[in-house]
């Protein structure tokens, strides 16, 4: 019995591996804390400040793995011009991502490079365009791979032969993002907002295998899609909500995550915040969260409650996140009225 549950269990490791290699990016549940990796379309789109600057970490399966899924992220943007351009601004940023699939296997790094125009409509909407270029490597080490070959009767060992043989253990490619975003905000209690983006517009190749492997043709990334839209309501003089929802496809997989989280004042001015809120992951997770803001320094916590069949190996331990973000405005700019409610 206990071996049947190892297979079982390797399984569906395999599955998720496969849909993660082949049919989904790397991704955040706390997507609205990664802009830049959501939609370059979002570079210098920063209602309330002109510049940030961002961490932010994922650890995904470490309850059942010896070394679990990690994915970093580090980013900064800024608005660039609001001086010199007539109701508009330039944005400029840059992205860093770091992703290890498990026992170090499989290692993904990516850089990009973001420009976005932002383009104020009379006095109440704003409407961007951006895109990103950049760089992206996937690198394997094949001797900490186990396949379905090498399973002995008891064990999976990687000392047997096995007939996968990869034609490549790295592979670089050139890559491109574009997106659109539009906000509207009527009055100071209320900020409307929603984009759509594509990734891997170029469709660029990667394969650990060569066009001439057994006649092998492919390994195009599929384009993705992404949408989003979210609020900022001030409901209270003390409470700021942002309800969010978030949907993706790319090839055959999809995702959508829906949920809100409030800001709650504990200070005077809003330099203390109490941050509370939670997301669910259609038919995969339930995603408390839980932080705080002070002095422009907003600190998030998530974890993903596993409600698929996995739950059952993982006792509902999914994913941790934990996002630093600094937000903050140039020395001439420290009076400028913001687009979106704050207290």
């Known amino acids: ?59 995904q399966f470490s309850s059942i793995m010896t070394v679990p899924y990690q994915t970093t992220s580090i980013f900064g943007d800024a608005q660039l011009f609001r001086d010199k351009l007539e109701n508009g601004w330039l944005g400029v940023g840059g992205l860093l991502l770091n992703d290890v699939a498990g026992s170090g296997s499989l290692r993904s790094t990516k850089i990009y ?30 001797s900490k791979l186990k396949f379905p070959d090498q399973f002995d009767g008891k064990f999976f060992d990687n000392t047997l032969p096995t007939s996968v043989i990869l034609d490549n253990t790295s592979v670089s490619y050139f890559d ?43 390994g195009r990334i599929s384009m993705r899609h992404i949408g989003f839209a979210n609020a900022i309501l001030k409901v209270a003089d003390n409470l700021i909500i942002n ?11 999809s995702e959508m995550v829906i949920g809100l989280n409030g800001n709650y004042n504990l200070s005077e001015s809003g330099e203390k915040q109490l941050i509370l809120g939670a997301y669910y992951r259609v038919g995969d997770a339930v995603i408390p969260m839980a932080g705080f ?15 698929s069949p996995l739950s059952k190996f993982n ?29």
């Open 1 to 59: 019995m206990l071996i049947k549950r190892k297979i079982l269990l390797f399984i569906l490791l395999q599955i998720q591996a496969i849909f993660y290699l082949h049919a989904q990016d790397l991704h955040f549940s706390q997507f609205f804390n990664s802009p830049l990796s959501t939609n370059p379309a979002n570079t210098g789109f920063i209602p309330d400040a002109d510049y940030r600057l961002g961490v932010h970490y994922r650890n």
């Open 293 to 307: 803001e002070i002095k422009s320094i907003r600190f998030t916590f998530s974890y993903d409650a596993t409600l």
């Open 176 to 218: 491109m993002q574009a997106g659109i975003n539009y906000a509207y905000f009527p009055q100071e209690n209320v900020y409307l907002n929603g984009g759509y983006s594509i990734h891997h517009v170029n469709r660029p190749k990667e394969s650990f295998f060569s066009d001439s492997s057994n006649g092998y043709k492919g």
């Open 113 to 142: 490079g973001s420009v976005a125009y932002h383009q104020m409509l009379g006095s109440s909407s704003l409407v961007s365009a951006g895109f990103n270029v950049g760089w992206a490597n996937k690198r394997i080490d094949v």
């Open 315 to 343: 006792n509902l331990r999914g994913a941790s996140e934990f996002s630093i973000i600094k937000k903050g405005f140039y020395p001439q700019n420290s009076g400028r009225e913001v687009l979106c409610p704050k207290f």
């Open 243 to 253: 309800p969010n929802i978030y949907y993706t496809n790319q090839a055959k997989a």
